[in-house]
């Protein structure tokens, strides 16, 4: 080979590698800022100040808290948060579905009084009667009761009024009477604990789980199936009712001292959620007291005397109380003989 | 029907608090009552800006809508206002309201709050204009009177503009229009203004 040819054979290597190594470049080269993109997200993209400072204000990606001259309670933040969902919650779920929760309730209520009517004592009143409370207990019973309702009732109209009583008093008129009731309810709200501090010491000895509870639930305590469960002094439905009272009233007043006592600082979140806690448990146990209240007094023939006179009827106790009433008896007789349960042996009979 | 707004201008506002301290003065407001506040964001670091808050008379008010006696109304100039004889102090406009302008001065029973008090866009109460006991109720009624709020015209640095919403608008979005053409001019450094929150332009967090 010349020479001629040999250099001719390198310059066309030379523009060949050329050639290549600009291809490869011009594929690659583009390809760089991605890679270092990718080690670095934010790299490249320009900040708005604006949007920036309004994503702090309206804290999108996290809670910030300003800082203020002003004193008051949640100052430091300019968008508050949880005030939507609080008036959700409020406007849209407790105000409606409390409503439904205590009509589907008394409606309940209703239909079974219509179509079952109260129920009767199996004997005929024997005119024999025995003490079931004490002055005492009873005392302490309808001082719950009075504060429970003075409670339930200026907070139902707290909650109903603009409703229910605007369109009939009018604004002026329902201020005044929503101002009463407001004072009413913070005034009084805290005496409902000791009510119930006094209600749990007093009755809490009888309302214990005891063997036969189960089965009277499992019988639905007579009122399904007829004919009468044995029960003690309480059976299980009282009990439960005796716990969700005191369980519930606690939640209630919890809450509610928290909610009056806005002087000690809390903050909107807090005085929010026990203000949802509040609402919630309160319906609840208000509806479940109408059962309560339906059964001590038309819905079970000689109970309602129990709490007011505090006497009564052998045929009521032995018809449904009938190891309770056997236990009265035994001690009647002076013997400490414990009763042997005759109940489950022989429940139904009775 | 016109549509009072504020505008609060964080470019501006220089967390002087003058507009507080103009509106306690107009309105006599009581103790522990503030109806403005200033808040500042990033205190002492990068970004820091600072935005002047009151009651911002919300079209579709978050406080009328829970108040259990429903004293709220809106005037014609889209201004929130409430009845204090009907309110009863319950602080369920306090917890909805986005931006914390329901104020409670400390009576009765425990100390619990008495009626409510906010801005009232210096425009008073339901009471008769300018009579002695709506300003002892409510404060000035300056709208009556043809006047601006009173924070606003304090401003020293115009940070805090009230008004009509679309002349409010205008007046910020000129501002907008000459601060980018401003910073265009300059060959605008975000950096270098110290613009923005303390991430830099390479997306590293300054502080
Ligand atoms: C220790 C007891 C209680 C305290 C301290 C308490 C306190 C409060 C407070 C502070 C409020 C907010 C409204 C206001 O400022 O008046 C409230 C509302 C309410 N309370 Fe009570 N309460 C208590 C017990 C009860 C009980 C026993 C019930 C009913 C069974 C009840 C039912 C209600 C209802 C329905 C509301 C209205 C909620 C609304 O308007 O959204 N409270 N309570
Ligand atoms: S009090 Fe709050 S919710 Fe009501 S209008 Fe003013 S800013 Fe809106
Ligand atoms: S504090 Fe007064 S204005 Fe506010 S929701 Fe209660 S009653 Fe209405
Ligand atoms: S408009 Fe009037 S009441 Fe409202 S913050 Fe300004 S000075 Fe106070």
């Known amino acids: ?350 | 029907m016109a549509a009072m707004k504020f505008y609060c201008d964080a470019e501006r506002c220089i967390e002087c608090n003058g507009c507080v301290t103009a509106c306690k003065n107009e309105n006599e407001v009581p103790w522990g009552v503030n109806r403005r506040r200033v808040v500042t964001i990033k205190d002492g670091e990068p970004g820091e800006r600072s935005l002047s808050v009151a009651c911002m008379h919300c079209s579709d008010a978050p406080c009328a809508a829970v108040c259990p006696v429903d004293c709220f109304y809106t005037t014609d100039d889209g201004i929130v206002l409430h009845d204090k004889d009907i309110c009863i102090g319950c602080g369920y406009c306090f917890y909805a309201c986005p931006f914390g302008a329901p104020q409670f001065p400390k009576e009765g029973a425990f100390a619990s709050r008495g009626k409510m008090d906010k801005c009232t866009f210096c425009a008073g109460g339901p009471l008769p204009d300018n009579s002695s006991e709506e300003y002892r109720k409510y404060g000035a009624n300056r709208i009556a009177e043809g006047k601006l709020p009173a924070c606003a015209e304090m401003c020293a640095t115009k940070a805090l503009l009230a008004g009509d919403a679309d002349m409010v608008a205008d007046i910020y979005r000129k501002r907008m229009v000459n601060r980018a053409s401003a910073a265009l001019g300059k060959g605008f450094q975000l950096r270098e203004q110290n613009i923005g929150s303390g991430v830099d332009l390479k997306g590293k967090v300054t502080n």
């Open chain 1, 1 to 350: 080979m010349s020479d001629k040819k040999q250099s001719r054979i390198r310059r066309h290597r030379k523009v060949a590698y050329s050639l290549l190594s600009l291809l490869v470049l011009t594929l690659v080269l583009p390809l760089i800022p991605y890679a270092v993109a990718e080690k670095d997200e934010t790299a490249g993209k320009v900040f708005n100040p604006g949007t920036e400072l309004w994503r702090d204000v309206r804290q999108r990606d996290r809670d910030v808290i300003g800082t203020t001259q002003m004193k008051s309670v949640d100052a430091g933040v300019l968008i508050n948060e949880y005030g939507e969902t609080w008036r959700h919650f409020r406007m849209q779920q407790l105000v409606p579905y409390g409503a439904a929760l205590m009509g589907i309730v008394l409606s309940i209520i209703l239909l079974f009084y219509l179509l079952r009517g109260p129920l009767r004592l199996q004997e005929e009143p024997s005119g024999k009667k025995i003490e079931r409370f004490t002055v005492f207990e009873r005392t302490v019973h309808w001082f719950t009761v009075a504060i429970f309702w003075l409670l339930a009732l200026t907070g139902l109209i707290l909650l109903y009024g603009r409703f229910v009583l605007i369109p009939i008093l009018g604004a002026d008129g329902f201020g005044i009477t929503a101002s009463a009731c407001k004072e009413a309810h913070n005034l009084f709200g805290p005496t409902f604990l000791v009510a119930l501090v006094l209600l749990f010491l007093t009755f809490v000895k009888d309302n214990i789980y005891a063997r036969g509870d189960m089965l009277w639930l499992l019988k639905g305590g007579g009122m399904l199936g007829g004919g009468h469960v044995s029960a003690g002094r309480f059976n299980a439905g009282e009990k439960i009712w005796f716990w969700i009272a005191i369980i519930g009233g606690l939640v209630l007043s919890v809450t509610g001292l928290i909610l009056v006592f806005s002087i000690l600082g809390q903050s909107r979140e807090i005085m929010g959620l026990s203000h949802v806690l509040h609402g919630i448990v309160a319906l609840v146990v208000i509806s479940v007291s109408f059962g309560h209240i339906y059964l001590g007094t038309a819905g079970v023939e000689g109970t309602l005397g129990s709490m007011t006179t505090g006497y009564v009827d052998e045929a009521w106790a032995k018809s449904h109380h009938d190891r309770w009433y056997a236990e009265v008896k035994a001690a009647e007789d002076g013997s400490d003989k414990i009763v042997d349960e005759p109940g489950l042996a022989t429940e139904g009979k009775s």
